[in-house]
């Protein structure tokens, strides 16, 4: 049988690991496929012709990636360029030629999801984005096959690597903030714009996916709350390590009879969770489910080959699927197309979490009770409070208080309360907190 002609769009560090895990792995690849896969075609601006020659076996190269997708010889368009433009364009592109498509593009996906599946289920393609969330780790296929006989209640996931190494370097090492963000860059781990990263968007965009996948609800990126790390500071990572947790860059979306939280925020998780326990770049997405139970997926989240072998157990997945009958393929977003959900998504203000609260507040008699005060008027149990000792010459001191559950708008306005106490210094840091229970 012909090979089946594969039309690569980017051969940056995605690409390339995809060239090498097609050419390296050949004979296993097609054994699984059940035909030989061949790069036919390939488009990239700018290359250095002796790393892409070096890497394996690829028919033609050009500049032009609208040459590829119009390509007649091309069975499936694998785009690796990421972005919006002209990724969108191009997938559009592919589908209306009636080729199956393979994107690591999530900021797409999330985006612009939506549209790109009706087209291509209108076309009877179909688009294959494992990849796009957690690298290497196969999310995807595990939230849409493996627990599809589940009702998803929540799921929890550290799904940004450079977030994680730049948590972790500070947390082990001391190192300074935009010094792990450098070697993060070097190492070929960050977004082209590091901001994505480090202020929670590129998390935003997996989560967003995540989230559909689990409660079968439509893409809608612009609901999903986005709080980064760039703000955490040395001082809360060690005050949570002595109370007994670890701050961690937490995508989190939860089923509640209200709506569907979706939100990525700096999170106090207790350091005994398996979860708190991943670091550096890697990743991991923790999922409940009501008949499983927990189940945790572990992997590097980020990297030339790890994100290829994803791309590739796609184009294995699509090859097998080639002729199969298009309306009896696993849906793009796990449910059937016409069974979608409208379940809102909650505003931030609604969503229940525990905090971590730190205040700068001055060393005399009655501050402590003024400050619990107003948290028993609001209605907020306290779990733990810590004082530190005040610095030689110093009147106000740190103090550290964990909080039970309670709406982010009630504990908003304790907080406008607290802040405007003469005895207390300063804004109040706020970090949620998530037990993550079983
Ligand atoms: N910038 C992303 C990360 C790459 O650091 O996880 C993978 O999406």
Redesign the pocket.
Known sequence: MEPVKIGLLGLGTVGGGTVTVLTRNAGEIARRAGRDIHIAHAAARAYDPERINGLGDIGRITEDAFAVVDDPEIDIVIELIGGYSPAKELVLQAIANGKHVVTAN?ALIAMHGNEIFAAAQEKGVTVAFEAAVA?GIPIIKALREGLAANHIEWIAGII???GNFILTEMRDKGRDFADVLAEAQQLG???ADPTF?VEGI?AAHKLTILGSLAFGIPLQFDKTFTEGISKIEAQDVAFAAELGYRIKHLGITRRTDAGIEMRVHPTLIPHRRLIANVDGVMNAVLVKGDAVGPTLYYGA??GALPTASAVVADVVDVVRALTSDPNNRVPHLAFQPGELADTPVLPIDEVETAYYLRLTALDRPGVMAAIAGILGEEGISIEAIKQKEPAEGETHVPLIMLTHRVKEARMNSALARIEALDSVHGDIVKIRMEGLEG
């Open positions: 999530k690298g940004n690597g450079t781990y960050a977004e990263d590129d989240g980020a």
